[in-house]
């Protein structure tokens, strides 16, 4: 067995550190537990990284494949990496641009940086995607137009001090389960409202569970936007000095009861929303709320 090996666990965006133990065999992970040091988790970790991060018996893959004769055979890392290179050489000398790269969400933001330097640097492609635009295109945008960056701007530091958590559309309960022990601590002291029309495990934990009728997001936003011009509690001075396009923003909002009445909410869902919005809110999301119906069909970017 060896000594314990500090590394970050690949199997969600949440980024836990770990610890893992190698097998005897000189490949395979033994054993795999949260790092009491790391930030992030302070040793916890979640059973589907632990369980599929963790191999014993060392049946992951530890040779490269190469195709022959249609069949995956072992090969050398000498005899795969030469016909990698190989083939990226042919399709750099005929067009730098007929190569693509694509990243994952799964990398770490060091390996990301690394394939960047690749692509653009080495194979010289603008193809290149490390996750954001491929998985979020018009959420890239839309984060441009509000913040002037691409992704969203606060941080696993800000989680504590919000008053209040507004889940919308995702199940971190299960899905990311180390980021939802951090919102469940803090909002001990504040209100976690969860927006779903399941009946999730996230929303077991909430103290309020919104339940609109699937596909009624926007809908659902736009009444307790209308719910809180409707009620004076505008920040005037923040729209005044960072937004755009408001006014004709609220020209456009439907009325609260006949938007409650096509989300599939009552009027008491909405408000509790829009308190939650008086406080200090962290939303968090997922992908359904994300993207756009059209993908990048309509995007400008
Ligand atoms: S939440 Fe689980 S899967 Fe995600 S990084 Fe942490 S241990 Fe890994």
């Not at 067995?1 to 970050?8: C, I, L």
Request: aromatic share 6%.
């Amino acid at each position: 067995m060896t000594g314990w090996v500090p590394t970050t666990c690949m199997r969600c965006a949440v980024g836990c550190g770990h610890l893992q133990r190698g097998a005897d065999l000189g490949h395979g992970v033994d054993s795999v537990r949260g790092n009491a040091e790391h930030p992030t988790n302070r040793g916890l970790a979640c059973q589907r990284g632990v369980s599929e991060t963790s191999d014993p018996e060392g049946t992951f893959l530890t040779r490269p494949l190469v195709r022959r004769d249609g069949e995956l055979v072992p090969t050398t890392w000498d005899v795969a990496l030469g016909k990698v290179t190989e083939r990226l050489r042919t399709a750099r000398e005929r067009d730098p641009d007929s190569v693509a790269v694509l990243g994952s969400g799964q990398q770490t933001n060091e390996a990301a940086y690394a394939l960047g330097k690749a692509a653009r640097g080495a194979i010289g492609t603008r193809y290149y995607d490390a996750n954001t635009t491929l998985c979020m295109a018009s959420a890239v945008t839309a984060y441009y137009d509000a913040f002037g960056s691409d992704a969203p701007p606060c941080s696993y530091e800000d989680i504590p001090e919000a008053g209040s958590h507004v889940v919308w559309g995702a199940n971190p309960a299960v899905a990311h389960p180390v980021l939802f022990r951090w919102v469940t601590d803090s909002a001990r002291d504040g209100e976690l409202i969860v927006v779903d029309p399941v009946a999730t495990e996230s929303a077991e934990a909430a103290d309020v569970h919104v339940q609109p009728d699937p596909g009624a997001d926007l809908t659902l936003a736009r009444a307790v936007l209308a719910h809180v011009v409707e009620t004076g509690r505008v920040d005037e001075a923040f729209v005044e000095a960072h937004t755009a396009g408001f006014d004709d923003a609220c020209d456009d909002l439907p009325g609260v009861d006949a938007a409650c009445e096509t989300a599939g909410v009552e009027r008491a869902d909405v408000e509790a929303l829009a308190s939650a919005l008086d406080a200090k809110t962290l939303l968090y999301w997922g992908m359904g709320v994300n993207q756009s119906t059209r993908g990048t069909a309509t995007s400008g970017a």
